[in-house]
């Protein structure tokens, strides 16, 4: 069974800090990685998503992915109270055509 | 353009009940997927259509658990029967074809969700 783990949370971070979001899986195969954003009562949305080893920014948001080390992780700069939200990471597998999510973050912005 | 478009939005039913859930995706989008997602845990894949065929109900629990997708459109998630470990939301997403072809933001998009309660 492919695994993604995140940490629970909650992770509290005051308005203007910048947040981490950490997700490892255990697929070293895996191809294609997304962060989507849940509010509470609501349906999840596409963040962003990365395929290559590296850095990706998309306004105040940074996508890092290490393969080797089978870790993705979710930079928000600049945090808002707004981006107070669950924080999902999923994971596409090799050979599979499942997308796999983690528990999700729990992230709170402190004003 | 429109979403993806879910109902009914709230279901309560007693244990042993059925129900079925709707779910009309993105126009041209060929991929649609069904996920259960308990309180507190991550979205968990029930099945996946390609178009009009089954592409993964690996962890769809088929003793109780039937989905369709008829003409690659609309789809029905049926539950028959309920039981209280049934109680979650379920949610519907598409994306114009399955994910991990890397030509571009194969991304899902997902409904607001029918949320279903198992008394």
């Known amino acids: 069974q492919k695994e993604v783990e995140q940490n629970s949370g909650p992770l509290s971070v005051p308005e203007g800090a910048i947040a981490s979001l950490n997700c490892t899986y255990s697929d070293r195969g895996s191809q294609s990685f997304f962060w989507y954003r849940q509010y509470s009562g609501k349906s999840p949305e596409l963040i962003m998503f990365i395929y290559s080893n590296g850095d990706k920014e998309d306004g105040r948001f940074t996508a890092q992915l290490n393969k080797a080390s089978q870790y993705v992780s979710l930079l928000i700069r600049d945090s808002q109270p707004s981006d107070s939200a669950t924080y999902l990471c999923a994971v596409y597998g090799a050979g599979s055509y499942q997308l796999t999510f983690g528990k999700g973050t729990k992230l709170s912005v402190i004003p | 353009e429109a979403g993806v478009a879910q109902s009914p939005r709230y279901k309560i039913i007693e244990k042993r009940q059925s129900v079925a859930f709707w779910c009309n995706p993105i126009s041209g989008h060929a991929t649609l997927y069904w996920y259960q997602q308990i309180l507190g845990q991550g979205p968990k894949l029930l099945i996946q259509?390609?178009?009009?065929?089954?592409?993964?109900d690996s962890q769809l629990p088929k003793d109780r658990f039937s989905a369709e997708r008829l003409k690659g459109v609309d789809s029905t998630l049926k539950i028959q029967p309920a039981k209280l470990e049934d109680s979650a939301v379920y949610l519907c997403?598409?994306?114009?074809?399955?994910?991990?072809?890397?030509?571009?933001?194969?991304?899902?998009?997902f409904g607001a969700g029918s949320r279903l309660t198992v008394l």
């Open positions: 259509f390609q178009n009009n065929g089954v592409v993964d």
């Open positions: 997403a598409s994306s114009l074809d399955r994910v991990g072809r890397n030509s571009g933001a194969n991304v899902l998009t």
